[in-house]
């Protein structure tokens, strides 16, 4: 059963449900329950006020927070969160890839994360002081890491 219960909210698909005011739900098991949040895809959820859930079973908690991807979850306000199985709880936090730590102190202000299921892994991240941290080496200069004019400078 598809509905639309707040006010000047629209909903579309099949199981889908759009309750905040201003929201839209479209897509399959969706449901945007935020003010002006949108949900689309399937079985995604957009609870916080003006937030967008989109792709296989993800969720934006955070205010003006944007999830994408399957299986991520945005959690902190402004946050935004891509790839798969990855979850953004801090304030203003990008986390893209795939099996990032999670990071529940919201310590990091971007994380690339690089693991599995069971064994989630980061390959790069950037705190709030702008320090960068990588699991591999660092490379400058040439247009890429395979570049041979590309310099080695930390491993």
């Known amino acids: 059963m598809t509905e639309a219960h707040g006010n ?4 579309e698909g099949n199981g889908s449900a759009a309750i905040g005011e ?3 739900a479209e897509g399959a098991s969706t449901q945007a329950t935020g003010m ?3 949900s689309e895809g399937w079985n995604t959820t957009a609870s916080g006020w003006y937030s967008h859930a989109e792709g296989q079973s993800t969720t934006a908690e955070g205010s003006y927070s944007h999830a994408e991807g399957d299986c991520n979850h945005a959690i902190g306000d402004n946050s935004h969160v891509e790839g798969t199985y990855n979850i953004a709880h801090g304030e203003c936090q990008h986390v893209q890839g795939k099996h990032a730590i999670p ?3 919201g ?3 971007h994380i690339v994360g ?3 299921i069971g064994n989630p892994s980061n390959a790069h991240t950037v705190d709030w002081n702008g320090l960068g941290w990588f699991a591999g080496g660092l ?3 040439g247009t890429g890491q395979d570049d041979e004019n590309a310099k080695t400078v930390a491993t």
């Open 8 to 11: 000047y909210s629209h909903a």
């Open 22 to 24: 201003y929201s839209h």
């Open 36 to 38: 002006a949040s949108h």
């Open 103 to 105: 990071d529940e102190e």
């Open 107 to 109: 310590r990091y202000a």
């Open 114 to 116: 690089n693991g599995d």
């Open 139 to 141: 490379k400058i200069g």
